[in-house]
């Protein structure tokens, strides 16, 4: 995607998250991998009243080019990029949030939607957000580990989370989402568009979850197999 389409793609991405109630205020950000260097909003930005001549630019090793200055999650965008790549070699969007019900699903003493997911072959165990409850979250969003809570900026979050997105494609089951405990989702997928649609399944499957629980069901074995051979789903 060439700078101008990125710039544009990112305003209107976030406009359309705004407008429909998946941010708010200043929360979130959006970044998009070009050619020679990263575009993401600025900080403090309203995603609903982006200006494409706006968005920060960085290079490669962050540093500043033009536009305002970056918001300071960067290097957590830049670090997701990277270790994305050898699953999805496309990956140049990533989009945070504080999405509501994802947010919900963290901060709710009785909330019973966590798993744990691990693998003989590593030692390291994970929360996951959400179970398996409906097709498409399983088709469209896959596995979404839950980050345990550090505050916004913190310097351990990207190395953590590249940890996490190595071991899970180790296993066969490469991610698309992590969930930062009590702040939101961070999804990341080829286009903004595409990484929009994504976070967009995994807000309503939470609602859902939210909404249901304590008696939320789940696709058995069987069922997410047959998701696997028909839909090429990766769980």
Sequence with gaps: MDEKLARQEICRVGRSLFERGLVHSSAGNISVKIQDGFLITPTDAVLGFLDPNHISKVDHNGNHISGDRPSKTLGLHQAIVQASLKSYPSTSCVIHTHSTYCVALTVHKTSG????AQDASTTRVYK?????ITPYFVMKVGHVPLIPYKRPGDSNVPSLVSQVIEDYATRGTPIRSVMLSALGPLVWHDTPAQAMAALEELEESAKLS?????HSSCLDNAQIQELRDVFKAVW
């Design 113 to 116: 939607t966590f798993l744990d």
């Design 210 to 214: 939210f909404l249901t629980q304590p």
């Design 128 to 132: 996951e957000l959400l179970a398996p």
